[in-house]
């Protein structure tokens, strides 16, 4: 699940696209490549315009928002621009959906005047509201408004499959209620009869999008009473499964629920509401925002730092972008590399992904990777940046179709976004430096690939896993199949996915998903900003975590429509919340530290021996963690 577009298109200086057009790794005919050029010109020319023309309103939104008002007021600029599209979703109220960084309460009260809904108001006065596009320079121009973006965009990770309804209709027939394979397979269910664990006397808690069918369940027998969050029941019905599972496991925990989706700050929120408020004991989301920073615990991560420090655990889907251990890697990291190629008077200066004597100023993106979203990042504090990068999508002819050029100048976030078009194929990715120091880049087509085109090579890397996902303390769960093999291909032409145990246990030589997402995870910036390793913000610099930390189950019967069977880290995630709540649950005085060395030191190693950057330790048992943990059988 995606929602809110956040699709940064702004200007770009003309000489950047020409040198883009003329420095790959082989040359067209001469013929293709002006064409090309002229089309590129043409495209930025008009950016450039928009850019060169903002008022004082328009210098605090995000151009993308200001490209999409002008484009809609001007079809002369259209025409410049035919291919591109800014990424703004636009309601056929002609409302879209926005973040205000904004300082007091009024800020709120002009949105509802100009014609807008306030859907959140954090602490601090910032808002998320759907606001009319005609209202934008009003909100804008007030003095207590900092920025106007469109709102930030999240997903959860679960993965739909090619499942034939007959099957998940068939399966519920020939049950009165769903249970987890993973239940069997974590020895989960030998694990209570052996030791007399249920999960009773710990509270746990699910983040995700909602609970839509959660009286369904309840009736159903699949869920027992779960305590929602006031107003936090949020919508769709990821939340509903997740809990399924942990009831299955831990069927005497009690059960808690809020959802991540209301907005960034709404999630921080409610992160730390469930532990003060709800009085959860171990808490587990399957969201990520695509803006949380790979390089600095920002506001998602400081919100789990806070919850561990009183005692909470925390566990958090890993995500499914791929590893590059299987070669399904779309992320890519590593020191900012000048292109040897240069054009006179050109501003700013395009990364060469290749380390060889061969320049590539390219990354092709896959067929798999039409219409997800492009991140970049690099190695600044967030909400300090001073160096200006800037992210382009280009097609097969080399026209621009996307991209992302906020300025920094140093108080900015080091952040870029685009979306790679919903049709069409030959897209490629570039980076430019505009201006500053060189820096450490991280770059993800998130749940999508970089691949090998023409003649451009593929580069991808591990060390996708990233924001709250990757704190210190949470536990970031990679994905194990219980049962039968995920259904469909991740891309075409690749190779079957691998089966489970069940209804055996996890061996070492069970085998992870293919999409389950790596580590490691490399930071520059404490959550202050202050630098790590001060002056040394490169490859060399900062400090890495070991992420993921463990592995659990997935694709695994709920009861819930669409997750029938449930694929993804977001089914991992709640395996092994469960799995601690009946640690908890046999030893109620045992501390965080000592449930996080039962559940890593009893688990089965998968991948290469010791921690391996897609399985973590390993696959997490109930008995053996349990026996390590001291309790004693019944």
């Given at each position: 699940m995606v929602r809110f577009s956040r699709v940064a298109a702004h200007a770009v200086p003309l000489t950047v696209g020409a040198l883009l057009l003329t420095t790959g790794v082989s040359a067209a005919q001469p013929s293709t490549v002006d064409a090309a050029t002229a089309r590129t010109e043409a495209g930025i020319n008009a950016l450039q315009s928009i850019k060169k023309s903002l008022s004082p309103?328009?210098?605090?939104?995000?151009?993308?928002?200001?490209?999409?008002?002008?484009?809609?007021?001007?079809?002369?600029?259209?025409?410049?621009?035919?291919?591109?599209?800014?990424?703004?979703?636009?309601?056929?109220?002609?409302?879209?959906?926005?973040?205000?960084?904004?300082?007091?309460?009024?800020?709120?009260?002009?949105?509802?005047?100009?014609?807008?809904?306030?859907?959140?108001?954090?602490?601090?006065?910032?808002?998320?509201?759907?606001?009319?596009?005609?209202?934008?320079?009003?909100?804008?121009?007030?003095?207590?408004?900092?920025?106007?973006?469109?709102?930030?965009?999240?997903?959860?990770?679960?993965?739909?499959?090619?499942?034939?309804?007959?099957?998940?209709?068939?399966?519920?027939?020939?049950?009165?209620?769903?249970?987890s394979e993973g239940d069997k397979a974590?020895?989960?269910?030998?694990?209570?009869?052996?030791?007399?664990?249920?999960?009773?006397?710990?509270?746990?808690?699910?983040?995700?999008?909602?609970?839509?069918?959660?009286?369904?369940?309840q009736s159903a027998g699949?869920?027992?009473?779960?305590?929602?969050?006031?107003?936090?029941?949020?919508?769709?019905?990821?939340?509903?499964?997740?809990?399924?599972?942990?009831?299955?496991?831990?069927?005497?925990?009690?059960?808690?629920f809020a959802t991540a989706f209301t907005s960034e700050a709404s999630f921080a929120a409610n992160i730390r509401a469930l532990r003060s408020t709800g009085k959860c004991q171990i808490i587990v989301d399957d969201v990520s925002y695509f803006d949380e920073s790979p390089f600095q615990d920002t506001q998602v991560a400081q919100a789990v730092n806070d919850v561990t420090a009183a005692g909470a655990l925390y566990f958090s889907s890993a995500g499914n972008s791929g590893n590059a251990t299987d070669g399904t890697s779309g992320y890519y990291e590593g020191d900012f590399r000048a292109s040897a190629t240069k054009i006179s008077g050109v501003t700013g200066t395009p990364h060469d992904f290749d380390p060889s004597s061969t320049t590539?100023?390219?990354?092709?993106?896959?067929?798999?990777s039409l219409g997800k979203p492009v991140t970049l990042f690099w190695s600044d504090p967030w909400g300090k940046s001073a160096n200006d990068y800037d992210l382009f999508i280009l097609n097969s002819s080399g026209s621009v179709v996307a991209s992302s050029e906020n300025g920094q100048s140093g108080a900015q976030n080091p952040y870029e976004i685009a979306n790679v078009p919903t049709t069409g194929s030959g897209y490629k990715v570039a980076v430019v430096k505009y201006s500053g120091a060189d820096r450490f880049i991280a770059l993800n087509v998130i749940r999508g690939r970089f691949v090998a085109s023409g003649s451009l090579k593929a580069f991808s890397t591990n060390g996708v896993t990233n924001g709250h996902s990757a704190a210190a303390n949470a536990f970031s769960v990679a994905a194990a199949p219980a049962a039968a093999a995920f259904s469909r291909p991740l891309e075409t032409g690749d190779p079957a996915n691998p089966a489970g145990p069940y209804p055996g246990l996890?061996?070492?030589?069970?085998?992870?998903?293919?999409?389950?997402?790596?580590?490691?995870?490399?930071?520059?910036?404490?959550?202050?900003?202050?630098?790590?390793?001060?002056?040394?913000?490169?490859?060399?610099?900062?400090?890495?975590?070991?992420?993921?930390?463990?592995?659990?189950a997935?694709?695994?019967?709920?009861s819930v429509s669409g997750f029938q069977p449930f694929f993804g880290t977001s089914a991992a995630a709640p395996h092994a919340a469960a799995i601690a709540a009946l640690l908890l649950s046999g030893n109620p005085t045992a501390t965080p530290a000592q449930?996080?060395?039962?559940?890593?030191?009893?688990?089965?190693?998968l991948g290469t021996p010791g921690f391996d950057t897609v399985t973590g330790s390993g696959v997490i048992m109930a008995g053996p963690a349990l026996a390590a943990l001291g309790v004693q059988p019944k």
């Open positions: 309103a328009e210098r605090k939104q995000s151009s993308q928002l200001v490209v999409e008002k002008r484009l809609r007021a001007d079809r002369s600029l259209a025409a410049k621009l035919p291919d591109y599209r800014s990424g703004v979703g636009v309601s056929t109220a002609g409302t879209v959906a926005v973040d205000i960084a904004a300082h007091g309460k009024a800020v709120a009260s002009a949105v509802r005047a100009a014609g807008g809904t306030v859907r959140y108001v954090s602490a601090d006065g910032a808002v998320r509201a759907d606001l009319p596009l005609s209202a934008l320079d009003a909100i804008a121009g007030r003095a207590d408004v900092a920025e106007v973006k469109p709102a930030a965009q999240a997903t959860t990770w679960s993965e739909p499959g090619n499942r034939d309804l007959r099957q998940a209709l068939a399966a519920q027939a020939a049950a009165t209620t769903q249970v974590h020895g989960a269910d030998t694990a209570r009869a052996t030791y007399g664990v249920s999960g009773s006397g710990v509270k746990v808690c699910v983040l995700s999008d909602g609970v839509d069918s959660l009286a369904k369940s699949e869920l027992p009473a779960v305590d929602v969050l006031s107003g936090q029941k949020g919508s769709g019905d990821e939340g509903t499964a997740m809990l399924e599972i942990i009831h299955d496991l831990a069927p005497n925990a009690t059960l808690g590539q100023n390219f990354d092709a993106l896959s067929a798999g996890f061996t070492a030589s069970s085998k992870w998903e293919r999409f389950s997402s790596d580590g490691k995870r490399r930071l520059f910036y404490n959550a202050d900003g202050t630098a790590i390793t001060p002056g040394n913000v490169s490859s060399t610099g900062g400090t890495v975590r070991n992420k993921p930390d463990i592995t659990a997935d694709g695994v019967a709920t449930i996080r060395t039962a559940l890593v030191s009893s688990s089965i190693d």
